[in-house]
Nanobody, 115 residues
Framework: QVQLVESGGGLVQAGGSLRLACVAA????????MGWYRQAPGKQRELVAR???????TSANSVKGRFTISRDNAKNTVYLQMNSLKPEDTALYYC?????????WGQGTQVTVSS
């Protein structure tokens, strides 16, 4: 079993920055990938960015050039650096881990960007 705990959300003005962190605890295997998803009110959950065990990454077009995902394997932690935030980035951000055909989710951390 894996537990994911997110932190770093909050209220920020447009153009500002936030850094989200997600710590994974439990049975963590070497080969896994971790990612961030978000869900705004009335919308479906969408992928923001994902980092694989070889440190390759993928991200949504809407955040390219503004958000950066990274991981620290020694700490079982994934980060999301969010710069140049826009009001449309407002959402509940969820951490996700996939390993050995299993998938785990955190409880989410709220990000609110005011105009």
């Amino acid at each position: 079993q894996v537990q994911l705990v997110e932190s770093g959300g909050g209220l920020v003005q447009a153009g500002g920055s936030l850094r989200l962190a997600c710590v994974a605890a439990g049975t963590i295997y070497n080969v896994n990938d971790m990612g961030w998803y978000r869900q705004a009110p009335g919308k479906q959950r969408e992928l923001v960015a994902r980092v694989f065990s070889n440190n390759s990454t993928t991200s949504a077009n809407s955040v390219k050039g503004r958000f950066t995902i990274s991981r620290d394997n020694a700490k079982n932690t994934v980060y999301l650096q969010m710069n140049s935030l826009k009001p449309e980035d407002t959402a509940l951000y969820y951490c996700n881990l996939r390993q050995r055909s299993a998938e785990f989710w955190g409880q989410g951390t709220q990000v609110t960007v005011s105009s």
